[in-house]
C-alpha cells in the first residue's frame, strides 16, 4: 500500500550514509581511540573494539578490523616497539580507512598502528595518576603506617601460577637461619585491564579476613611496561595509600617504577629481594640475641677475673707475712724456750739457752754474753 | 616454650639481667642465677624467631 508520505527504502537511506562519508572521508587519516576489545580470530583477520571515554563514561563506539595481510605485520611491530601485544585498555594512535556498508554499518580497517603514541599515552596517564594522588596527600600515607618488627604474617596478591611467587616461597622457605613465616596466597589478575579490580579485591579479602595479617605483600615476576601499566592505575594506588597494613610491591620491573611502588609502604624490584628484606629483619634480630649472650659471657667472665685478681692479692699479702719466707733470705729467728720469738737482749742473761730458727732448720745455743746497746 | 611467650618482653628482661650481671656490686652467687636465666631466655627467643606457632 502507498503510503502519503514519501520515504527512502533502508537501502537507498543507508546508501546515501555511505556516499557522504565516502565524500567526507575520502582518504585515509589517523585517529586515537581506545582499545576496548581485541580479536584475533583463526582466518588471520583482527577485529577490534574502539571507543573513548569521557570522564568515565563511552562517549564514542566503532568496529574496526586488520585484514590479515596487515596483520601480522602490525603485531610483531608493535610487540617489538612495546613488549606487548594489542590489549583492551590501551590508547592507540591508528590510521584507518572509514568504511560504510548498507549490510555491516560502519567498519575502520586499519592499515597502521603508531607503538610509540600508546608507550607516551601510558606515561602521560602515570604523571597525572602520579600528580593527582600528590594533590590529594596519598603518596606517603602509607609510609606513616607502624610495621610490626618482626613481620611474619604474610599475605600475598600474585597469580597463583607466577614463577615470582614460586621464586619467594622458596626463597623464604629455604633462609639458611631457620626462621619460619606463615604465608597466605591471595589470587589475583595481575596484568591486563582487570587487574586493578581484582588485585583491589584481593586487598578487601584480605581486610576482611578473621587473621590479622603483619602486612601485604604485592608481587609480579616482571613485564613489559604495558604488561605493568595496570599498577599505574588510580584506583589501585588510591586503594593502597588508603590501606590499614602495610603494602610491600615487588613488581618485576627494572627500568620503571609505577605508581603502585610510590604510594607503597615498601617497594623492591623482584619477589626474591623482598623475601630477603623479611629474612634481613629476623637475621638482625638474632644478631641482636647473639649480642645479648655474648655481652653476658664477657660479664661474667670479667667478674671471675676481678675475683681471682683479688685472692691473688690476698695469697701475696698472706705470703709476704709468712716469717719463713724471711727466713730464706738469711735472717734468723731467735725463740726463747717457749718457742716465743725474743724481741730484746735484756730479757736474757749469761748462760740462759734459746733457739735460732734458720730456713732450713734450728740451732739450740747458750748465751755467753748480753751486750745490750747503751 | 611458654604459651604465652612474650617476645618483648623477654628483651626487656634480658637487658635487665646484662645490666645486673654487668654492675660490680652483683654477688657472683647472683650472676649465676642470672646466667642460668638469662640462657634460658635466650633459646627461647631463638626458638620464637623459627617457630610460627605462638602468631596464628
Not at chain 1, 580479536?39 to 566503532?62: F, M, P, T, W
Not at chain 1, 572509514?98 to 607516551?120: H, M, N, Q, R
Not at chain 1, 604523571?127 to 600528590?134: F, N, P, Q, S
Not at chain 1, 599505574?232 to 593502597?240: H, K, P, S
Request: proline share 3%.
Amino acid at each position: 500500500m502507498d503510503s502519503e508520505h514519501e520515504y527512502l527504502t533502508l537501502r537507498g537511506l543507508l546508501s546515501g550514509v555511505r556516499e557522504t562519508l565516502e565524500e567526507s572521508f575520502p582518504e585515509k587519516l589517523w585517529i586515537k581511540a581506545e582499545l576496548s576489545s581485541v580479536q584475533a580470530r583463526a582466518n588471520g583477520h583482527c577485529y577490534l573494539e574502539l571507543c573513548e571515554q569521557q570522564d568515565g563514561s563511552i562517549v564514542a563506539k566503532a568496529r574496526a578490523v586488520i585484514w590479515r595481510n596487515r596483520y601480522p605485520a602490525l603485531a610483531a611491530y608493535f610487540y617489538e616497539v612495546t613488549g606487548s601485544n594489542l590489549a583492551a585498555g590501551m590508547q592507540l594512535l591508528l590510521r584507518v580507512q572509514a568504511g560504510y556498508s548498507e549490510i555491516y554499518g560502519l567498519t575502520l580497517t586499519v592499515d597502521e598502528i603508531e607503538p610509540e603514541f600508546t608507550l607516551g599515552a601510558a606515561e602521560r596517564q602515570r604523571r597525572e595518576t602520579l600528580a593527582r594522588l600528590e594533590r590529594e596527600g596519598l603518596l606517603e600515607k602509607q609510609r606513616r603506617l607502624a610495621l610490626p618488627p618482626l613481620p611474619r604474617v604474610l599475605a600475598v596478591i600474585s597469580a597463583p601460577d607466577a614463577a615470582g611467587y614460586g621464586d619467594f616461597c622458596r626463597h623464604l622457605d629455604e633462609n639458611p637461619y631457620g626462621f619460619k613465616f606463615a604465608v597466605t596466597l591471595f589470587a589475583a589478575v595481575m596484568q591486563g585491564e582487570s587487574a586493578p579490580e581484582s588485585i583491589v579485591d584481593a586487598l578487601e579479602r584480605i581486610e576482611s579476613s578473621t587473621v590479622h595479617y603483619d602486612a601485604v605483600l604485592i608481587m609480579r615476576g616482571g613485564g613489559s611496561s604495558l604488561d605493568l601499566a595496570c599498577f599505574d592505575d588510580y584506583g589501585l594506588a588510591f586503594t593502597i595509600a588508603n590501606y590499614t597494613l602495610p603494602v610491600f610491591t615487588a613488581i618485576g620491573h627494572d627500568r620503571d617504577t609505577h605508581v603502585a611502588d610510590l604510594v607503597a609502604f615498601h617497594a623492591v624490584k623482584t619477589p626474591t629481594a623482598l623475601a630477603a628484606l623479611f629474612i634481613d629483619a629476623f637475621a638482625a634480630e638474632d644478631e641482636r640475641l647473639e649480642q645479648y649472650a655474648t655481652r653476658l659471657k664477657l660479664a661474667f667472665t670479667n667478674k671471675i677475673s676481678a675475683l681471682l685478681s683479688r685472692l691473688d692479692v690476698l695469697e701475696s699479702r698472706i705470703a709476704a707475712a709468712d716469717p719463713r719466707n724471711i727466713l730464706k733470705r738469711g735472717y734468723v729467728l731467735p725463740l726463747d724456750g717457749n718457742g716465743r720469738t725474743l724481741k730484746s737482749v735484756k730479757a736474757l742473761r749469761e748462760g740462759d739457752s734459746l733457739t735460732l730458727m734458720f730456713a732450713d732448720g734450728t740451732l739450740r745455743c747458750r748465751i755467753e754474753a748480753v751486750e745490750p746497746k747503751n | 616454650m611458654d604459651e604465652k611467650f612474650n617476645y618483648t618482653e623477654a628483651l626487656k628482661r634480658l637487658e635487665i639481667i646484662a645490666q645486673k650481671v654487668e654492675d660490680p656490686a652483683t654477688g657472683i652467687d647472683e650472676t649465676d642465677k642470672y646466667l642460668a636465666e638469662s640462657g634460658k631466655l635466650i633459646s627461647e627467643c631463638r626458638e620464637y624467631l623459627r617457630s610460627v606457632k605462638d602468631t596464628l
